[in-house]
């Protein structure tokens, strides 16, 4: 934005964080990174697949699920360890936004 101060973007972002609830700082996890993640999924959903059809485990939250009501037959994960390790190490980036 031409012709703003550092502090009165900061305030934009800060005003537009409160008013949406959320905020897109683009370009903070590298394209590296995120193919790493997006294989790492599609890995882990063919495994544990696998392991719930072949009874090698039992079906468990930390693993994954296929019935989640809000995106039903679709595989999600609560609370995955890599998604979890990536929150902790963008907050830095997120404090320096939003301080």
Do not use: C
Not at 63 to 76: A, C, I, L, R
Request: no cysteine.
């Amino acid at each position: 934005m031409h012709g703003l101060q550092d502090h009165d973007l900061n305030n934009l972002i800060i005003m537009s964080f409160k008013k949406d609830r959320y905020l897109i700082i683009k370009k903070t996890v590298s394209d590296k990174l995120i193919k790493f993640i997006y294989d790492y999924f599609l890995i882990k959903r063919k495994a544990i697949e696998y392991m719930y059809k072949n009874n090698v485990i039992q079906e468990n939250i930390l693993f994954g699920t296929w019935k989640d009501e809000q995106v039903p037959n679709v595989y999600s994960v609560y609370a995955d360890f890599v998604m979890e390790t990536l929150l902790v190490k963008l907050i830095p980036i997120l404090e320096k936004k939003l301080n």
